[in-house]
């Protein structure tokens, strides 16, 4: 069975801090497909990145960063230099390869303070 | 913009009444899913259709039911509502499928309140 774990419900920095929001998932597959995506406090879905099971290379883009460890089953976020209008519920999906059931972690808010 | 379509954005009705929530995916995109986002249950994947036909089905109850249509877009349709149907109800689409090579864009959801 598949699970996304991210364990931190809420977080709250303030402008400018860099801030990691982690996501653990469970698989037997070989082969999935991790994924983030952002909720606005406007409601809808954002993509944000996709990222397949045997690419492990880090990705950055613009502020934003992506740490990908198959030894712990780990994908984290990273928001560098954090702003304003990087507040929302942030979550971590993992999909089999082959299935199209996507399976969401419970999403983490992130709260980001003038 | 994702380029996917959902109506009604929100939506009010009363216990017991029937709804018809109504989605048309991205151009060219043949994979169509239902995403229902609650407090409790969080974003639970209901069901998928590609190209007309049904493929995954998620945890959907028996009271609703989807079909995609020629033309590709796709509508929910849920039935004998009750409270706890309170929900936003994401349509999603794909070029191809997510467990495959494609990336999955959402709707901006159809907010259904059950009085």
């Known amino acids: 069975a598949q699970k996304v774990t991210q364990a931190q419900t809420e977080i709250s920095v303030v402008e400018k801090e860099d801030v990691t929001l982690d996501c653990v998932y469970e698989?037997?597959?070989?082969?999935?497909?991790l994924f983030w995506y952002k909720q606005p406090p406007s409601g809808e879905l954002v993509f944000l990145i996709r990222?397949?099971?045997?690419?492990?290379q880090n990705e950055i883009s613009g502020r934003y960063s992506w740490n990908f460890q198959k030894s712990t089953s780990s994908f984290n976020f990273t928001i560098t230099a954090s702003q304003v209008v990087d507040s929302a519920v942030y979550f971590c999906?993992?999909?089999?390869?082959?299935?199209?059931?996507?399976?969401f972690g419970k999403g983490t808010k992130l709260t980001v303070n003038p | 913009d994702s380029g996917v379509t959902q109506t009604p954005k929100h939506l009010i009705t009363a216990t017991g009444q029937r709804v018809t929530l109504r989605c048309s995916p991205r151009?060219?995109?043949?994979?169509v899913y239902w995403y229902q986002q609650s407090l409790d249950q969080g974003l639970q994947f209901l069901i998928q259709?590609?190209?007309?036909?049904?493929?995954a089905k998620g945890n959907i109850l028996e009271r609703f039911s989807a079909q995609q249509f020629p033309d590709l877009h796709s509508e929910l349709n849920l039935s004998s509502l009750e409270l706890g149907d309170s929900a936003l109800y994401f349509c999603?689409?794909?070029?191809?499928?997510?467990?495959?090579?494609?990336?999955?864009?959402f709707g901006e959801g159809s907010r259904l309140t059950v009085l």
């Open positions: 999603a689409s794909s070029p191809t499928g997510v467990g495959n090579t494609g990336e999955l864009f």
């Open positions: 151009s060219g995109d043949l994979s």
């Open positions: 990222r397949n099971s045997f690419d492990e």
């Open positions: 259709y590609y190209n007309g036909e049904e493929r």
């Open positions: 999906a993992l999909v089999q390869g082959g299935s199209e059931k996507l399976v």
């Open positions: 698989t037997r597959d070989t082969t999935y497909y």
